[in-house]
Structures are given as structure tokens and as C-alpha cells.
């Protein structure tokens, strides 16, 4: 042994771990906090953004309403996506000729044609059939309703949202069912489970963890395009502000009202993912997001230490 | 007419006639014909690609066969005989018929979302409508069975190779099953982990189960076996005691087929 390479191992018994430096990542940190600040001086101290304006509209009632018509719209709308968007993802799966054409047809038809245009086909419908007779069939009993009555612009907006998601739906629950492994569907059908049990229990909770992070995507996006609602009948939340500011003329304080709004739905929708994630993610181990696996700086020592012994 | 044939009326759980299955244009078992009796141990052996995997998965109707006839419990499984047509049937009815019979798989199936105990449990409760505590006490059991009482909380992806295969094991036992189905259970384990796994087995075969066993444990075979059925080309090639087959093959196929683990051995 060298000298040299004696005097290095002295120091080595019991050595002080200490964590990598990242000078660059610091660095780029501080320019990015330092434009920030600036950024949110200047818009701060700039009197045309009305920050009163601001501050007094962000409660207003005819606002919160927008928000709670536009949270209600994009819940109900996903949900109702999400039913109908397992329903064409389990038939385009099925060895049936003629689930899948149906199928196929679906997401062909609503996949495209623009969203805009179904919402104000929907609207619009009564100018196709002014009037719906529902009736039993092979009887004398029917009643006639006016479309205009039963088709209201909130109905129309469901409509028109929920059958356009679910054939996005369609596709990620299919990429999801496809991720799992066709094993264990046969091990599930093998113990006498039926195919709808095998999908239900067995398939679907392990495909969710595939399904969920694109299908939190949708439903941002889906919140966001909400506000197309303003042309077929408004009450969400960038109509009523628009209605605001096209009396008060107060455009960009309004539109930082709506945006400060999104911004909190939208966290909202994004904490709520991430727990879902962590639900379904059992079983995978590290998987699940903000739980990271970290060994413990304990342990670590202790086997160290047990090595160095040995050593 | 409906066939009404109860479960236990024939002595033979497992009846196979001329049975034929393609894929496309590719022939994989060809006029296959065995029938297996109650309470026995049956290995079929062979290279891989003669058919004995597809043989199996036909018996629990994973795979549709071709041509020819599978009776599992008097029924035909997959099917409903009225006259001379068999119907083929779904849901329900099927999955009845599928439960008759256990299946563990070379690379286990357990339901990664679930842990041992919720992989046991599962079906008895969601099938066969056992109430969950019940269930619970059976699964604990089993689990003791296949020396895994420790590990009934643990999800597969903490458990070795060896243990995954045993819960499934213990999973495929759970739902009471007529005939168990092994489809090269040892295949995909470590070398040290084959021999818990075959221990196990061997249990299973002494407590009386009806077994079919996929396998190239030769020597599992030769020792826990009644009768040995030695598979090449999508056809049986010889048949018998564990003792003449192995020991003494008559067949060319057979031979060198055996010749290969011999030399290894």
C-alpha cells in the first residue's frame, strides 16, 4: 500500500455522507424565481389590470355562479363520459361483428366532427324534429313533448359534451384494459368468474392505473371547453364574466377573475388525481405518485457500517 | 334433447374425444382422445410446441375446440348438447362449467391489485357467494396448506416466484374444484424455488385431487404420477405407467425426447 492511499483510508472508518451539489439547477431556479417576481411586479403595479376591479368581482354572485355551473357541467359531463366510454371501449374489445362496427362507428362519427358543431347541432335539434313521441310500443298509449321543452341549452350542453368525451373515453379505457395482462383475465375466468365479472373486478381496477392520468387530461380539458357553452346558451363561467364586462367594459380584470377560477378548479382536479392514483396504484409498489421510496438514512448507515465491519 | 348429466355421475371427470384444434391453418393438437379417471395423477410431457399447453387450456375452454369433444364432469364443456348440435354457451352457464375445474399457470396470474388472501377469496365470495368470513377462515387455511400462513397480506409483487405459484395453488383449490389443471407450474421459477412448489403438488395428488400436470419435471413425474402421456406434433405418441414410459420407451420420439434430460441428469 501506498502511503498515500494509507493516509486516504484513515478517513474512510466512518465517513460523513454528504448530498450531490447541483449548481446549474440552483442557478436556473434563481432566474426563473428572479423573472417571476419581476413579472408580478410589473403586472402588479400596472394600474390598467384594476387590481380593485379584481378584488370586487372575484365573489360576485352572478360569477360564482358561472363557477358553479361550469364545476357541475364538467363533473356530470365526465361522469356520464366515462359510463359511456367503458361501455364502446368493452365492445371495440369484444370478438362480436357486430359490437365492434358499432363501435368503430362511435368514435368515427363523434371523434369527428368539431365539438362546437354537435353542441349547437344539440341546441338546435328542434329545427330537425320539433316534436319527440315517446310511446310503448304495440300499444295505443304515446304523449308527445315539444324538443324545445325537453332540449334546454344545459341538457344540449350535457349532450353534446358527454357523447364527444366518451369517445375520447373510449380510447384510453381501451389503451387501459389493453395494458393488462391477458393473463389475468384467464386466471379470473378460470375460477368460474364471467366475462363481465373478469373486466368489472379483475381487469378494470388494474387498468384504472393507466386510465386515470390521461383521463385527468380530459377532464381539464373538459372544464376549459366549457366555456363553448357561450354560444349556445352561457351560464358558465367566462359567459358570466363576459356578460359583466360587457357592461362595465372591465375586459382584462374580468378575465383574470374567470382565470384565477380555472386555476383553483384546476388544482383542485389535480390533487384529487393524484389521489386516485395512489388508490389504484396498490399492489405496484413506488409506483404511486408522492410517496417516493427513500431508504431511510438509518438504515443505510447500519448497513454501512455492517460492511464495514465485515471489511 | 337436454343432456342432464350431474357432475359426479362419471367415474371419469375428464373425457377427451379425437379432439383437433388449429390455429388458422396451423394444426395443434391432432385427434387427440384420453380420458382421465377420478382421483387420478396424469403427466403430459413433450417438446415445446406439441400441443400440450393448448391440450390443457381446451379443457377449461380457454381455447374453442376445432373438432372433436371435451366432457368435463359430463358436460361438454363451452357447449349445451341438444340432439346432435352443440350450442355454444356464455356467461353464467360457462362460468359454472369452468369452475369445476382449478387452473394454475406457468406465470401464476395472480391479480397484482389484490393480496394473497383478496387473490383466494375472491372467487368463493364473488362466485359461489360465500360470506366473506367464512371465506377468510378457508383462505387462511389453504394458506397454511401450502406453508404461506405468514404471507396472506402481502401483494404478489412482494412475494417470490415459488410463493406467487403457491397462493395461486391455493387460489385454484378454493373454488372446490373436481379436476385440478397444472400448466407447467414450474417453468418460470429459480431453480431452488421449483421444489417447494412440486412439495406442494405432491400433497395435492396424496390428499386424492383428480390432477393433469403439464410438465418437464421428469422426475416429478416418475414419482407422483399414475400415468404419463408423452405429446409430439399435436399427438399422443405413447401412453402409460410412469415406470414404462419413462423407464422404458418404446416409441423413437419418446426416447429421444428422454435421451435429452438423461444426458443431463
Not at chain 2, 406442494?200 to 416429478?220: L, P, Y
Amino acid at each position: 500500500m501506498t502511503q498515500a492511499a494509507a493516509a486516504n483510508s484513515a478517513y474512510i472508518g466512518n465517513p460523513v455522507y454528504a448530498p450531490r451539489r447541483h449548481p446549474v439547477q440552483l442557478a436556473i431556479g434563481l432566474a426563473v424565481l428572479a423573472f417571476l417576481v419581476l413579472i408580478g411586479k410589473s403586472l402588479f403595479d400596472n394600474k390598467n389590470m384594476q387590481w380593485d376591479v379584481v378584488a370586487q368581482y372575484l365573489f360576485d354572485a352572478h360569477v360564482l355562479n358561472g363557477v358553479l355551473v361550469t364545476l357541475g357541467l364538467t363533473v356530470l359531463c365526465q361522469i356520464l363520459a366515462t359510463i359511456l366510454g367503458v361501455v364502446v371501449a368493452v365492445m371495440r374489445l369484444s370478438d362480436s361483428r357486430v359490437m365492434i362496427p358499432i363501435a368503430v362507428g362511435y368514435l368515427w362519427f363523434f371523434r369527428g366532427t368539431p365539438l362546437l358543431v354537435q353542441l349547437i347541432f344539440w341546441y338546435n335539434i328542434a329545427a330537425l324534429f320539433p316534436h319527440l313521441v315517446l310511446g310503448v310500443p304495440f300499444t295505443e298509449y304515446y304523449q308527445v313533448i315539444s324538443t324545445n321543452t325537453l332540449i334546454s341549452g344545459f341538457t344540449a350542453a350535457v349532450l353534446g359534451f358527454s357523447l364527444h368525451e366518451a369517445a375520447y373515453m373510449a380510447e384510453i379505457v381501451r389503451a387501459g384494459i389493453l395494458s393488462v395482462n391477458k393473463g389475468q383475465k384467464e386466471a379470473a375466468l378460470s375460477t368460474g368468474m364471467t366475462e363481465a365479472q373478469a373486466m368489472w373486478r379483475i381487469v378494470l381496477p388494474q387498468a384504472m392505473r393507466v386510465i386515470i392520468p390521461p383521463t385527468g387530461n380530459q377532464a381539464i380539458n373538459l372544464l376549459k371547453a366549457t366555456s363553448l357553452v357561450a354560444f349556445i346558451s352561457g351560464g358558465d363561467l367566462l359567459s358570466n364574466v363576459t356578460d359583466i364586462y360587457s357592461v362595465n367594459f372591465a375586459i382584462i380584470p374580468l378575465l383574470v377573475v374567470a382565470s384565477i377560477w380555472y386555476l383553483v378548479l384546476v388544482t383542485v382536479a389535480t390533487i384529487g388525481q393524484t389521489y386516485l392514483e395512489r388508490a389504484f396504484g396498490r399492489g405496484y409498489g413506488n409506483s404511486a405518485p408522492g410517496k417516493p421510496k427513500k431508504p431511510q438514512i438509518d438504515e443505510l448507515s447500519d448497513a454501512r457500517n455492517a460492511v464495514s465491519e465485515n471489511l | 334433447m337436454q343432456e342432464t348429466l350431474s357432475p359426479k355421475t362419471s367415474d371419469h371427470p375428464v373425457e377427451i374425444n379425437s379432439l383437433v384444434k388449429a390455429f388458422g391453418a396451423q394444426v395443434v393438437l391432432d385427434g387427440i382422445s384420453l380420458n382421465v379417471k377420478a382421483g387420478e395423477v396424469l403427466a403430459i410431457i413433450g417438446p415445446s410446441g406439441s400441443g400440450k399447453s393448448t391440450l390443457l387450456r381446451c379443457v377449461n375452454h380457454l381455447e374453442k375446440p376445432t373438432g372433436g369433444t371435451i366432457r368435463v364432469c359430463g358436460d361438454y364443456i363451452g357447449y349445451r348438447r341438444k340432439g346432435n348440435v352443440l350450442r355454444e354457451i356464455g356467461g353464467r352457464e360457462l362460468a359454472r362449467q369452468r369452475a369445476r375445474t382449478g387452473m394454475v399457470f406457468q406465470n401464476f396470474n395472480l391479480y397484482s391489485h389484490k393480496t394473497a388472501l383478496e387473490n383466494i377469496i375472491e372467487s368463493p365470495v364473488h362466485v359461489r357467494g360465500v360470506d366473506v368470513k367464512t371465506a377468510k377462515a378457508r383462505a387462511h387455511a389453504l394458506l397454511e396448506r401450502v406453508g404461506l400462513a405468514d404471507r396472506a397480506d402481502a401483494y404478489p409483487a412482494q412475494l417470490s416466484g415459488g410463493q406467487q405459484q403457491r397462493v395461486a395453488i391455493a387460489r385454484a383449490l378454493a373454488g372446490e374444484p373436481e379436476v385440478m389443471l397444472f400448466d407447467e407450474p414450474t417453468s418460470a421459477l429459480d431453480p431452488e424455488l421449483v421444489g417447494e412448489v412440486l412439495t406442494v403438488m405432491r400433497e395435492i395428488a396424496e390428499s386424492g385431487m383428480t390432477m393433469i400436470v403439464v410438465t418437464h419435471e421428469i422426475q416429478f413425474a416418475h414419482d407422483v404420477c399414475n400415468r404419463v402421456v408423452f405429446m409430439a406434433d399435436g399427438k399422443i405418441v405413447e401412453e402409460g405407467a410412469p415406470g414404462d414410459v419413462l423407464d422404458n420407451p418404446q416409441a423413437e420420439r419418446t426416447q429421444a425426447f428422454l435421451g435429452r434430460f438423461n444426458a443431463r441428469a
